[in-house]
């Protein structure tokens, strides 16, 4: 596969995701794939050479005379890509990945562009600060995100200000991104009353308060005051770019300073505690880096650190308020040893972000794009999905362990009839959450979930499934049915991996949260406008049971025969 991957931030910027992203992840990508970095250098400083990320380096220059931003725009992608031109014929990518707004315009009009949006500017930006510039920011962004062929984003959070951004016209995929854990890991600090150095609580970010909150924690901080930080022989510290508000009383603070690279480093993991009271992050890396670092983590919900934060367990949750921050933090600060366990599950999840498992993801995708699969990916990813998982995870645990035993119990009977049949035939299975352990069923047997994230970091979906045509004997369907939002998509893609038979499980009875389709008996089928997939007593390709699962609980089973010439004419399904 070829990928050619463009970026406007540089790979040698380290204080930035971005800059970071396109390093880390472009040296993953070449161990699985033929891949050309082109950075497009949009800054008034002196243009930089290649070096061993980026393979061609480009700026833009204008034989038009334009004056509004707009033109400016356009003359500028119309430069861009007249400079690509010779690359894009010599090297004929698989995929052209345009990692930011700036790198789109000058491939608005190629089939194959994967577009991954780090930042929505319309939730950064109040709209009293937008001027003629920004709006054609949003302009680009606003193309980007509803006629590239495929859009990637890196938390739910992200993905909402995108559909809102696009006015509902795109199908943003929610993929993992990466860190390079070895930097930052350390066992958690324990803290004794004879140690003479106290506890060090830390923020990092820029010195910005619309979207890091920087000054909620100054002033919570402040409401502590100095006889607390005193009392526990605590220190107080400020890393991060730009300038902190002059009104600010930042008397308490030992360090406030600009850091990056190995002095980054080091400041997290001379922290204790680390407090991130974002108002706005698409993802944030910072609370990711903390976490690595063994620090107790004080972060804000419903934003991008979703993805990884997991309050009670790997974090602690803070308010947006001063008040609520500090009223935390005190009780952070007074029982910090208590919370070992808490550091000792941020360190754990922390070392699940590898950069692997994000290239991988992203070569997933990649795969249905050059198998022209686009439509399919556009049925699967959806906005509806995003509110299924929401369902899910919010129900409990208890819950959720009902509904996984359901499935195993008809898991079980199903392949108990096949395997009798034929124990070398090669079998899918897409249940909702039910994952078997190692070795508790045949090696033949594969199982994926529809609700939780694969090995991957990606959800799988009925209507879009990563595996080639004809790959499995038998497909099955056991608690992924509910989960479906294109019925006659999810069909079609479990009949073209199926070489023989297709099997739907569909629960009965008191519908889930999370469930989408409601069918209580074979004639329900009659629903879904697929002439050779109905049901009708004639059909001699269907074959109507039922499984008992638990009492007053039961599923129904429906099983379409691909191959008419088929030896097995019936499967007994008992309870």
Known sequence: MK??????????????????????????????????????????EPCPKPNETVDMVICPYGTFEAFSPEAQILEAAASLRAQLEPLLKEFNPDVIHCNDRQTYLPFRFDKNVFYSSHLIYTDLIASSALNDLYFQEIKVERCALTNSAVLAVYSDFAAKSAY??????????????????????????????????????????????????????????????????????????????????????????????????????????????VVMPSRYEPFGFTGLEAMAAGNLLLVTEGLGMDMYAEPGVNCLSIPHDPFGISTILREAIIDYDKMTFIRDNAIKTAEEWTWKRCVQAHLDVYKQLCQERVPQLSSAYRMEQREILSSYNKISQVKKLYCSTQEQKACDEILKNYEKWDSNAKILVLTGNYIPQEKEYSKNVTFVSTLMQNSHGIVTRLECLPFEENEFDIVIAAGAWETVLDPCGAISEMERVSKQNVIILYHKGKPHEWQTIQMETEKDWLNFNRTDWKYTPENKNFLINSVEIEKNTSYGAVVYNRLLNCTKESIEITA
């Open 164 to 273: 809102k951004l696009a006015g509902g016209q795109c199908s943003p995929i929610v993929l993992p991104l990466g860190l390079r854990t070895d930097k930052f890991i350390q066992k958690p600090k324990k803290i004794s009353p004879q140690n003479k150095k106290g506890l060090t609580v830390s923020y990092f970010g820029r010195f910005e308060n619309v979207q890091k909150g920087i000054n909620d924690f100054i002033y919570a901080v402040n409401i502590l005051g100095k006889s607390f930080k005193n009392k526990f022989n605590l220190t107080y510290n400020l890393y991060g770019s730009g300038v902190v508000d002059s009104y600010m009383d930042t008397s308490l603070f030992d360090h406030i300073d600009f850091l990056q690279g190995n002095d980054l480093i080091k400041a997290y993991k001379e922290a204790d505690i």
């Open 3 to 44: 990928v050619l991957f463009i970026t406007s931030e540089h790979p040698e910027r380290l204080f930035g995701g971005l800059g970071t992203f396109t390093r880390e992840y472009v040296k993953e990508l070449r161990k699985y794939a033929e891949v050309k970095c082109v950075y497009i250098h949009l800054r008034d």
